[in-house]
């Protein structure tokens, strides 16, 4: 099996465990979308090597895997940005949440005092 056969084939399993995690419902379609693109452009890319030669001409590198090795540093650098926003929002939830509770608490405590 030839070299690009082999990377077709990588991808296609990828975009099959992707929808995979979709339906088991371990990953969420919000996250889907950005995995199956990902793995479309790759597959575009490797059918259409040409396009990547030119792309590669764009961005001034010297061969065609340097241009893909690139993008995949700038994919996983948006990607770690994303989720660290989130972390931050969840973070901030769970803050506000556990202050929330604190203070119902507190209350119904106050309330089971003066109840007896």
């Known amino acids: ?35 199956l693109l990902t793995s479309a452009s790759m597959f575009i890319l490797v059918i259409k090597y040409n396009w990547l030669g030119i792309v590669s001409n764009i961005i001034g590198a010297a061969i065609p895997t340097t241009t893909l090795f690139i993008g995949s540093l700038i994919f996983l650098m ?18 506000n949440l556990v202050q929330e509770n604190a203070l119902l608490r507190d209350g119904l405590e106050e309330l089971k005092k003066h109840k007896v």
Do not use: A, G, H, N
């Open 78 to 95: 948006i990607l770690s940005v994303q989720f660290s926003v989130r972390i931050s929002r969840l973070t901030e939830q769970v803050k």
């Open 1 to 35: 099996m030839l070299p690009r056969q082999k990377l077709v084939m990588i991808i296609v399993c990828i975009f099959i465990f992707i929808i995979d995690l979709v339906r088991r419902r371990k990953l969420r379609e919000e996250y889907s979308w950005l995995w």
